[in-house]
């Protein structure tokens, strides 16, 4: 399954949230700011749209546990705004290449998740609590110590080419006991001896 991802494009500190109900202040995008969003406009034609995002007050949700007050962050058409928001400086609205992922392969959440990008065989998986990926050549830690006891440590959102350098970036969220962490990883943005690099992430608390 493709998810949305909002990209910002005034030029501040990059970041990434997700569309919902979330407790306290962990909403990171301000009402009425103007956004990049990564929608599906068919199995494999995704765009960056241009779209003004709104964040409001809201109590007794069921997402939130308690009486606690939140924020609900929404888009002018949430049914076509899936996942995650980010603020990305140098991304542009447009077309992006996207790459088949197998959505059964990914649901089962078992190692490793393998497609193909520019004739090339990628492969992700948990290696002891590291998550890998590699291009058959180069490996690359994409995350560290994942916690043991959560079953499903990672979901891959979307891969294909968002900076339009011709290689793999990615989206992700690595899942803790209690918390989520998504993450966006541009090749563009790569150092020497490394295939991608996380250039937005945020992490989301859940329970106690």
């Not at 407790?23 to 068919?42: F, I, M, T, Y």
């Not at 980010?86 to 990914?106: D, K």
């Not at 990883?185 to 020497?192: G, R």
Request: charged share 25%.
């Amino acid at each position: 399954m493709i998810f949305a991802l909002l990209l910002a494009i005034n030029f501040v500190a990059p970041t990434l949230s997700q569309p919902g109900v979330w407790p306290g202040d962990e909403v990171a995008v301000r009402n009425g700011e103007k956004v990049l969003v990564l929608v599906e406009k068919s199995r494999l034609q995704c765009e960056l749209e241009e779209q003004h995002v709104r964040v409001s007050t809201v109590k007794d949700s069921p997402d939130l546990p308690g009486n606690v007050v939140g924020k609900k962050v929404s888009f002018e058409n949430d049914s076509e705004v899936v996942q995650v928001i980010a603020r990305v400086p140098g991304l542009i609205p447009g077309p992006v290449e996207t790459v088949e992922v197998q959505a059964e392969e990914n649901a089962k959440h078992e190692n490793p998740i393998t497609f193909t990008f520019h004739g090339v065989e990628w492969r992700i998986e948990v290696l002891g609590n590291d998550l890998v990926i590699t291009d058959g050549t180069q490996k690359q830690v994409l995350a560290r110590r994942l916690d043991k006891e959560t079953t499903v440590a990672w979901d891959l959102y979307w891969a294909g080419d968002m900076d339009h350098d011709g290689k793999l970036d990615l989206l992700y969220v690595i899942h803790g006991e209690n918390y989520t962490r998504d993450q966006l990883a541009l090749s563009s943005a790569a150092k020497e001896g490394e295939l991608v690099r996380v250039v937005a992430g945020e992490k989301h608390f859940f329970g106690c």
